[in-house]
T-cell receptor
Framework: KQEVTQIPAALSVPEGENLVLNCSFT??????LQWFRQDPGKGLTSLLL?????REQTSGRLNASLDKSSGRSTLYIAASQPGDSATYLC?????????????FGEGTQLTVNP | NAGVTQTPKFQVLKTGQSMTLQCAQD?????MSWYRQDPGMGLRLIHY???????DQGEVPNGYNVSRSTTEDFPLRLLSAAPSQTSVYFC???????????FGPGTRLTVT
């Protein structure tokens, strides 16, 4: 059974710092990996999708990498801002699963202090 | 283009009552799913659909029913609400498993 782990569970940084969030998964046979952002009391906003054949994806100050063989992904946030404060979730779709079933990690709660 | 919409935003039920959580998308997505989010347990899949008329169970389907009569709508029915179903419910959709998934704003359900 696929398991997704995110470390750390919480992270507090000063504004302007570059930071890395980590995601690991136990079964490397994945279709793709998606990073989401969730603000308190809100839904999930998709940040980046990495297909299994890709190594990284970039969007603005965000860069996500994927190392399928080691079962790891990282989300790099450059020049963090207070508006980046949120919970970040990673999720994978396994090749063996039907439908578009996502297996989620429990998230990293990020606080960026002014 | 409204994306994925869910109604209601909040709901309080008494044990044993039934209700339907609505989900609609206007992106012509074939794949739709329902998740519940609970503290310490993350997001778990309840039911999913790969097209109109096709549904299947996810990880935690007990106590819930779904149907998919149109591409746009995927309602989730609680048959006889229990306090264990107190949760935040999210609907998601995508073109297929290869593509990005989009989530609705969620329904916060409390069962007393």
């Amino acid at each position: 059974k696929q398991e997704v782990t995110q470390i750390p569970a919480a992270l507090s940084v000063p504004e302007g710092e570059n930071l890395v969030l980590n995601c690991s998964f136990t079964d490397s046979a994945i279709y793709n990996l998606q990073w989401f952002r969730q603000d308190p009391g809100k839904g999930l906003t998709s940040l980046l999708l990495i297909q299994s054949s890709q190594r990284e994806q970039t969007s603005g100050r965000l860069n996500a990498s994927l190392d399928k063989s080691s079962g790891r992904s990282t989300l790099y946030i450059a020049a963090s801002q207070p508006g980046d404060s949120a919970t970040y979730l990673c999720a994978v779709i396994g090749q063996e699963t039907s439908g578009s079933r996502l297996t989620f990690g429990e998230g990293t709660q990020l606080t960026v202090n002014p | 283009n409204a994306g994925v919409t869910q109604t209601p935003k909040f709901q309080v039920l008494k044990t044993g009552q039934s209700m339907t959580l609505q989900c609609a998308q206007d992106m012509n997505h074939e794949y739709m799913s329902w998740y519940r989010q609970d503290p310490g347990m993350g997001l778990r899949l309840i039911h999913y659909s790969v097209g109109a008329g096709i549904t299947d169970q996810g990880e935690v389907p007990n106590g819930y029913n779904v149907s998919r009569s149109t591409t746009e709508d995927f309602p989730l029915r609680l048959l006889s609400a229990a306090p264990s179903q107190t949760s935040v419910y999210f609907c998601a959709s995508s073109y297929s498993r290869r593509y990005e998934q989009y989530f609705g704003p969620g329904t916060r359900l409390t069962v007393t």
